[in-house]
């Protein structure tokens, strides 16, 4: 994605979540941002329905 | 500073208290003086306890004499990372948000630390929230390498690091998130241990991920993180994530050697890293030819790629930090240094299936090293690929790339130490870290005091110039 268009996601982003990023700050969080979506992307691989979240929980009680 | 008091671990220290032949008062005097002499230079410390710590080791040596034993931190200097609630001594978190918070209770572990009859030196210097550093747009300055204080001590327990290996305690606590216990100790030349994720309490101390955080001790030695173990560990019905399990014996086995240990090496997870080190991949292989001589069976093997395991707990850290920080991230953004404000900001920028997708992957990933881990008894890999970065390497406010490759076992919850295994060229430690199987710390500290022995590098010391110089030589 071209870094204009990823600075203009990362301001929506931003406006979204009611985040106010100062410009000064704004270049170092925009390197941060590429990392982001490279990772999760990469998080995203081929999985059944059934494979279930790590923080799937239990009612038993402990002893 | 004729004083070599500061050379004596727990366990020695402790067997001189009992024996009558040193008081604590005297080895708390020469941990203050210590500090006073040579941190200026380090900045470890953010508060050094000078009256509560005298008191403290009054009352030790009164128990003691009374015979009085508390278990082997009794009578010991040692200090606490400063998001380690205290209570009516300030904890800060090293941040503008927090700097005259006083709790009124202690943190669980500070709790049983004081039980135990410990010796509270002061509060350790932090990455601000045990996530953002090293920075300079701090209430406190950064802690310093005592190896090279051009070099970070690592983070985010980067006080704890450099106070153990300057001499100044010889057991400090941290906390890891991602590898805030090993990579200081990994990059200070001590000895780091992360339990098993609810071994120890976490409660009262600042979360930074829930899912990820683990207290633990840094300390010179393998015995003292074992020592510090015995007294922290214990069941907490009030931490959610508290394991209900029985305390096992750490020191046991300490002197068993490795005799018929299997130890695994996932050597892809760092030889094939970018960046990797030479020494540091020397180190390894030298370690791992040393424990086959003292009788461990070492197989190479596979483990899913460190960028999955990596990826997985930077979005469950991103997600969860965020979570407790939004709505200071969203009203106060300025009040957070340039690096810790850039790196919580991201969770505001993940969706819910990403999270999601983290932790469906975790499960993945803790099964991959579960299944390993039921044909050995532990795994061994890099804690860093290289040796302490400089503070000129970082580009304040912008991402890190931290060299640390300690992320999986947060992700996994397994047990993960990191211990010294020599020098680099340039004179600053180098290290590995050993994981084992959920609570098995034991073995753990068993083949890492195997390693210790062989390899003799606990009675190097760093050597420290006192204040005056080492402020002379920054300016």
């Known amino acids: ?63 | 500073m004729a004083s070599s008091l500061h050379t004596l671990s727990i366990a020695e220290a402790g067997a001189r208290l009992r024996a009558g032949t040193l008081t604590s008062t005297a080895l708390t005097r020469a941990s203050l003086e210590r500090i006073g002499a040579l941190d200026g230079g380090l900045d470890s410390f953010v508060l050094v306890t000078t009256e509560r710590a005298l008191a403290d080791a009054a009352a030790a040596d009164a128990e003691l004499k009374a015979g009085i034993d508390k278990g082997p931190m009794h009578g010991i200097p040692y200090g606490l990372k400063d998001i380690y609630d205290t209570a009516a001594i300030r904890t800060t978190c090293h941040s503008k948000l927090r700097v005259d918070n006083v709790p009124q209770a202690d943190s669980v572990v500070a709790a049983r630390l004081k039980d135990g009859g410990g010796v509270l030196l002061g509060k350790l210097a932090t990455h601000e929230f045990a996530i953002g550093g090293p920075s300079f747009d701090l209430p406190f300055p950064p802690a310093r390498n005592p190896w090279n204080r051009d070099h970070i001590p690592g983070g985010s327990s980067s006080g704890s690091g450099a106070a153990v290996a300057a001499g100044f305690c010889r057991m400090a606590m941290g906390s890891d998130t991602g590898g805030s216990i090993r990579g200081p100790a990994a990059y200070c030349g001590v000895v780091g241990l992360k339990p098993t994720y609810g071994l120890v309490s976490r409660r009262g101390v600042f979360p930074l991920s829930y899912t990820l955080d683990h207290c633990g001790p840094l300390a010179r030695t393998v015995e003292d993180c074992a020592l510090t173990m015995q007294v922290i560990t214990a069941h907490d019905p009030q931490d959610p994530a508290s394991a209900d399990v029985p305390v096992p014996e750490f020191t046991r086995g300490l002197d068993w050697g490795v005799h018929g240990v299997k130890i695994a090496v996932p050597r892809h997870f760092y030889a094939q890293a970018e960046g990797a080190s030479p020494e540091i991949i020397a180190a390894i292989d030298t370690a791992a030819q040393t424990w086959a001589k003292l009788g461990a069976t070492v197989e190479e093997i596979t483990l899913p790629d460190y960028d999955l395991f990596n990826a997985c707990g930077r979005i469950i850290l991103n997600a969860e930090a965020y979570a407790i920080h939004e709505q200071d991230l969203q009203t106060r953004p300025l009040d957070y240094a340039r690096m810790t404000h850039a790196r919580l900001v991201m969770g505001g920028f993940l969706s819910s299936a990403d999270l999601v997708q983290a932790f469906r992957l975790r499960r993945e990933l803790a099964d991959a090293l579960n299944a390993t881990l039921a044909r050995f008894d532990a795994v061994i890999t890099a804690s860093s690929l290289s040796q302490a970065p400089r503070f000129s390497d970082y580009r304040d406010g912008y991402p890190v790339a931290w060299p640390v490759q300690t992320m999986p076992f947060n992700v996994t919850g397994h047990p993960a130490m990191s211990v010294p295994t020599g020098f680099s060229t340039e004179g600053l430690p180098l290290s590995l870290q050993i994981v084992g199987r959920p609570f098995d710390e034991p073995m753990v500290l068993r083949i890492g005091a195997a390693l210790e022995r062989a390899l003799g590098l606990a009675d190097r010391w760093p050597e420290l110039a006192p204040d005056a110089a080492a402020k002379a030589a920054a300016s």
């Open chain 1, 1 to 63: 994605m071209p870094d204009d268009d990823l600075k203009q996601e990362l301001d929506a982003a931003a406006q979204k979540a009611g985040l106010t990023i100062p410009p000064e700050r704004h270049d170092a969080i925009l390197v941060s941002y590429k990392d982001l979506k490279r990772m999760t992307a990469l998080i995203r691989q081929p999985r059944a329905a059934a494979a279930e979240p790590s923080n799937v929980y239990s009612l038993v009680p402990r002893r």
